[in-house]
């Protein structure tokens, strides 16, 4: 079975980064793990990962940006590669929301990770450098 890999982007406002998630889904491209690194600047971030998330019940505004597939063999690895990626500290200028690292560089390094192990095709940092920012 084939796993796909979709950047989901919830904008915020123009003075607010867009929040970055990860799903892997199957098929159907709505359900699958969603991993994200949720918290602020000013807080720090800690890593969610959703085993069942399902898209199709996310009432926020959102946008997909296919990434790639992957083999399913990965799906059993994909929280531990997660978890091998710190999640962004305290930003030392918390008040500019567009400095330091977020829940955009997370994902980033997540994906980058990804396709560094031969789970995802480079063309998906492609893509995610595509995606919308805010």
């Known amino acids: 079975m ?14 607010t980064p867009a929040h970055w998630a990860v799903l892997i889904t199957t098929e159907n ?3 699958g793990q969603e991993f994200q690194a949720i918290g602020s600047p000013f807080h720090g971030y800690n ?11 996310e009432f926020k505004k959102h946008s997909c940006v296919f990434l790639g597939s992957l083999d399913d063999s990965w799906k059993s690895q994909l929280a531990g590669v997660a ?14 929301p567009f400095a330091g690292e ?11 990770s990804l396709i560094d192990r031969g789970a995802l095709e480079s063309s998906a940092m492609e893509r995610l450098e595509a995606a919308p920012r805010v």
């Open 2 to 15: 084939t796993l796909y890999a979709y950047l989901v982007v919830f904008p915020e406002s123009v003075k």
């Open 29 to 31: 491209g709505k359900v």
């Open 47 to 57: 890593l969610e990962v959703k085993e069942e998330f399902d898209l199709s019940k």
């Open 83 to 96: 978890q091998s990626i710190a999640a962004p500290g305290i930003s030392s200028t918390p008040l500019d």
């Open 102 to 112: 977020n829940c955009q560089s997370w994902a980033r390094q997540f994906i980058q």
